[in-house]
């Protein structure tokens, strides 16, 4: 899901009913039904393009993507076509209670927020670029650990938005100025869809972002792209580009999209959406790129790779396959919704998730024999595809130039696809997976379909969803959620709640509690230049954020709100607010 620059377009950059080919490199054919597919790897590897000692002495690069390049890569890629919530039904999803299930961990207890701190907004990406230079939606990358390049090796908290990157004290104070996008990776190229997470067991943070080759840059009709690799622990900082094209338009002629981040002890593991063909109107399904962790870590000259996929399941070529992050084992697990049918039309409610176990992730490192990726069909309760979310703009515009400014009376939720993070507990006979996603759902009491959270915990071992449910506002909307689990006390969840009444606020919730806290509410209306021409299309979030704390049990979260004044540019007035909520 890609986000909307000041020249890009939002037209749609998939046709509505997606042809569907035979899966590509390394993998084997599809079948309809439930029956386990499985997929093997294909071995490559990547040059370091860059090494300094800290992020401070990277040298600086300004990006240099054209206007016709960023028309392409600002739009908004989906098998459904362009905003395809616009499109949705409306279809009455199952009536629930206002949350789901009792808490699932121990220990009882509410919300506590411990840090709380406005983080990244559009207007840090305009005191980086220049004015006339809006970049929406916000890709939030959020991440802390331990930064051993500064002093005492402190606790630090990383959000890289878009193309501005802040690293803060756990108060929110800024500790080096604000990065462009284009340094921290190296890449004048680099163009979002940027994550960030840090593994404790090695005091390495690892950013990624979608990028293109730096020999060349984008190929005519942007099909080209790479996984750009920023990690930054004791030894450094270093930079990589792993291709995600299936080999450019040469080969298979594919953007590899929105990648989306989670690692074993033995791999750093990317997945993107592959749009193909130079119009990019052929969906072929998800990849998986299998990247040695040790070489990764140690900041070798050359790491190694595999990349497996594209992937279909029941017949279904898959969107958003999203890697578990820290699975604690040499085993990986990927999770995805069924937002989409074959034909490329929006699935009206899904029934379904895909577990994806990922095994053999240290062949990449010992070059022995290749990963292997295998599925399976979970059943799940009910997601409704989203509507679109009512909210407090008047749809009234006023002139900006070179730009037409709209007030929002919808925020737009894009589609039922899996986009935030897959976290991970330890369990007594194994390990959990955690997840949310946006559906639409009518909460009890009302009459209306509404935009809500629906949250998953799957129990990889036995293949099954064993806990599950929704958290609901009777007449307002939740947008983006993203949960994770504290060591003592229920799971928290992050999103954005708006209503005709709300302005887009932060808010978060525990599982079990029956209440939904705002802990940043929205200052006004959201207002951008998305709406009108030449982009025509409302754009609110890809996704939000939610990590733990590498010390004290609690879990970090992050998501879009509309800021106090001081913070609000004016061609897009989108900020982040940046939580913790305490672990016990």
């Not at 887009?504 to 959201?526: D, E, F, Q, R, W």
Request: proline letters at 8%.
């Amino acid at each position: 899901m890609r986000r909307v620059p000041m020249i890009a377009t939002v037209a749609a950059a998939a046709a509505a009913a997606a042809l569907i080919l035979p899966p590509a490199i390394g993998s084997t054919a599809a079948t309809s039904g439930r029956a386990p597919m499985t997929y093997h790897g294909i071995r490559g590897s990547a040059h370091r393009i860059a090494h300094a000692a800290s992020i401070s002495r990277l040298q600086v690069v300004h990006g240099a993507l054209s206007a016709r390049q960023r028309s392409r890569i600002g739009a908004f890629r989906s098998p459904a076509g362009a905003d395809p919530a616009a499109l949705a039904t409306g279809a009455r999803a199952p009536e629930v209670r206002a949350t789901g299930a009792a808490p699932m961990r121990p220990g009882g207890g509410g919300t506590f927020v411990s840090h709380s701190f406005n983080g990244v907004s559009q207007l840090d990406s305009q005191t980086l670029a220049g004015p006339n230079s809006p970049v929406t939606p916000p890709d939030q990358g959020l991440c802390v650990g331990h930064d051993s390049s500064l002093a005492g090796n402190p606790k630090v908290v990383w959000e890289p938005v878009n193309i501005a990157a802040k690293e803060t004290t756990p108060n929110g104070r800024l500790l080096r100025p604000t990065e462009l996008l284009s340094t921290l990776f190296s890449d004048p190229f680099a163009t979002g869809d940027v994550r960030c997470l840090y593994d404790p067991s090695t005091q390495s943070f690892i950013f990624t972002e979608i990028g293109f080759p730096l020999a060349t840059g984008p190929a005519p009709d942007g099909n080209n792209t790479t996984a750009d690799v920023t990690i930054m622990n004791s030894h450094g900082v270093a930079n990589y580009q792993f291709d995600t094209s299936l080999g450019g338009p040469s080969a298979g002629d594919c953007f590899g999209d929105q990648p989306k981040v989670g690692f074993d002890n033995n791999a750093l593991v990317i997945s993107t959406d592959e749009f193909c063909n130079p119009t990019e109107s052929n969906f072929e399904g998800a990849i998986a790129v299998v990247i040695s962790k040790s070489q990764l870590v140690h900041e070798a000259a050359t790491v190694n790779d595999a990349v497996l996929g594209p992937v279909s399941l029941a017949g279904d070529p898959v969107v958003g396959m999203d890697p578990a992050i820290d699975s604690g084992s040499g085993t990986e697990y990927l999770v995805n919704s069924v937002p989409f049918l074959a034909d490329g039309s929006n699935n009206a409610v899904g029934t379904t998730l895909g577990l994806w176990t990922l095994r053999n992730t240290n062949s990449v490192t010992t070059g022995v024999g290749t990963p292997t990726l295998t599925s399976a069909v979970l059943n799940s309760e009910p997601y409704g595809f989203p509507v679109p979310a009512t909210s407090t703009g008047d749809g009234s515009t006023f002139s900006n130039p070179p730009f037409t400014i709209t007030s929002e009376s919808a925020l737009n939720p894009d589609d039922s696809r899996i986009s935030g993070p897959v976290n991970v507990t330890a369990a007594p006979d194994g390990v959990r997976l955690w997840t949310a996603l946006d559906a639409a759902v009518t909460p009890a009491g009302d009459t209306t379909a509404r935009d809500a959270a629906a949250w998953f915990e799957i129990d990889p071992a036995v293949q099954r969803v064993v806990h599950q449910g929704y958290i609901t506002e009777s007449g307002a909307y939740l947008l983006y959620p993203a949960l994770e689990v504290r060591n003592f006390g229920p799971a928290a969840m992050v999103f954005t709640v708006t209503s005709a009444t709300i302005n887009p606020s932060a808010a978060l919730a525990t599982l079990g509690s029956n209440k939904i806290t705002t802990v940043a509410a929205g200052a006004g209306a959201h207002e951008s230049f998305s709406d009108a021409p030449p982009f025509n299309s409302a754009r609110w979030g890809d996704y939000s954020f939610a990590v733990p704390d590498p010390d004290d049990g609690g879990v970090w979260l992050a998501t879009e709100y509309i800021p106090p004044a001081a913070s609000q540019a004016v061609d897009d007035n989108w900020g982040t607010e940046v939580v913790e909520v305490n672990g016990h």
